[in-house]
């Protein structure tokens, strides 16, 4: 069996990346022309959830060819050690995000707020971004801070997610 070269894959990885783009500003561009068209009904709270699941959609076509990427680029221990430590560093930004929104808008402005909302939202593709990192490693410092990446970015979800419960009064007892 005769493999790929490499210069083959990241073509067809570039290739992804560029269908994927195709395609997601051929929806947001069909999207704002159904807001054109119905500005009125376009401000509701079902076109909001419209949108919100266009965005997952879109974020899940572009788990597509970055995981096709982390696969090709986990063949060589340099890159793919500078990598994982940026995962680790993307990571980091997580519990600052939390904290940032935890703390309200009393002590920052109400863009970071919405960047850190946006960073939170996106933690569970992130995180499966992570996992996969983690699993394709095959060298053991990038293992190493793939494993440390991961386990801030869970944590930090994890937390994220007990915090939304209490703040809406938890399970109730009847």
Known sequence: MRSTSLRTQL???AL?????SAVVVT???LRHLQELKYPDEASGGMWAAGDLFLYIFIACLFMVPTL????VTAKFENFYTVYSKF???LSLSAPVC??????GEKLVGETLIGACFYR????PFILVGMGTS???ARFDRAKRFASFALLIEGLTLAIAVALVIHACGGPKNH
Do not use: D, E, H, P
């Open 87 to 89: 995962l680790l560093c």
């Open 68 to 71: 096709s990427l982390i696969w």
């Open 16 to 20: 992804g990346y560029a269908a994927v």
């Open 11 to 13: 073509g067809l990885v």
């Open 134 to 136: 983690r699993l394709v």
């Open 27 to 29: 929806f947001l561009y």
């Open 120 to 123: 939170l939202f996106l933690s």
């Open 98 to 103: 939390l904290s940032v929104l935890y703390r």
